[in-house]
């Protein structure tokens, strides 16, 4: 019996078979993209929205090899840290379009950060899937923008001495409409948080924290299981409540309805064709 997923994804391509992935064995990417595929399944067949509605840009990274090797959806993989910018025309030029983001914390937060800012300001129609492993994973293993203090890494071998984002802090304060951050270890959370995320008018941010243990030699399961037991659940009434030992927070942390870029530039239009 097949993987119901199968049927949105390249099971070959012009250089032979395209399984087994690319991926490290025990990678949280294949995780975190099959719960996307959930959730585009599920918007597919109760909202009836056509497949060929969806369109995926990715930038460089781990991440962002899904698109162009395995998705069965039009797909732009594009430069390092633009694929904003890029899903930013796509939706331009076909505001029907569902278009998905998918890239890493190096990816979205270093070389794109302004980009990734500058969506979220805008509040435009897109859904940003973030697969974190706190590291530049393609690369070698150095240093992210989300790599905790203190912690070594191939260009940190004494230690990280740089301050991390947070990056569903950054997308709440730069004004995205739903943020929300899961673990690969929340299966049911993350496939609930993207299907929320995507029927969301304005920008949706979703961030999943995935494992690599090619480079942070530990065990795939040992690392889902830390995750399960350092996630905290997020409520408004702990927000600004410290963490401490390596502890995250998990959850939905805004879901609001300011306008969306999209539909407030078409009301200008309007209002200047009208005869």
């Known amino acids: 019996m097949k993987h119901p997923m199968l049927e949105y994804l390249k099971e070959s391509g012009a250089y032979g078979d395209r399984f087994p992935t690319i991926f490290c064995p025990g990678c949280g990417i294949g995780q975190a993209l099959n719960y996307a595929l959930n959730a585009v399944d599920r918007i597919v067949k109760k909202d009836g929205v056509p497949r060929d509605h969806f369109c995926f840009v990715s930038g460089i990274g781990c991440s962002s090899r899904v ?12 430069l390092h840290g633009r694929a904003p910018a890029v899903a930013t025309g796509a939706i331009l030029a076909r505001p029907e379009l569902r278009a998905i983001v998918v890239t890493g914390d190096g990816d979205a937060a270093a070389i794109g950060g302004n980009h990734f800012i500058q969506v979220c300001r805008r509040n435009l129609d897109l859904t940003v899937l973030c697969m974190n492993n706190n590291l530049y994973g393609m690369t070698g293993g150095q240093s992210s923008p989300t790599t905790s203090r203190g ?32 673990t690969t270890a929340h299966p049911q959370q993350c496939i609930q948080a993207l299907e929320k995320g995507i029927r969301k008018k304005g920008l949706s941010f979703i961030e999943i924290m995935v494992q690599c243990p090619t480079h942070w030699k530990e065990e795939p399961a040992a690392m889902m299981k830390k995750f399960k037991s350092r996630a905290v659940r997020f409520s408004p009434e702990k927000k600004g409540e410290p963490l401490e030992n390596g502890r995250f927070w998990v959850g939905e942390f805004v879901d609001r309805d300011r306008p969306e870029w999209l539909e407030t530039y078409q009301k200008i239009i309007d209002r200047f064709q009208k005869p």
């Not at 698109?67 to 594009?78: E, K, R, V």
């Open 151 to 182: 912690v070594p890494s191939t260009t940190a071998p004494y230690g990280n001495v740089e301050s991390t984002f947070d990056l569903c802090e950054m997308a709440v304060t730069a004004g995205a409409n739903y943020v929300a951050r899961w």
């Open 67 to 78: 698109t162009s090797h395995y998705l069965g959806f039009d797909a732009i993989w594009s």
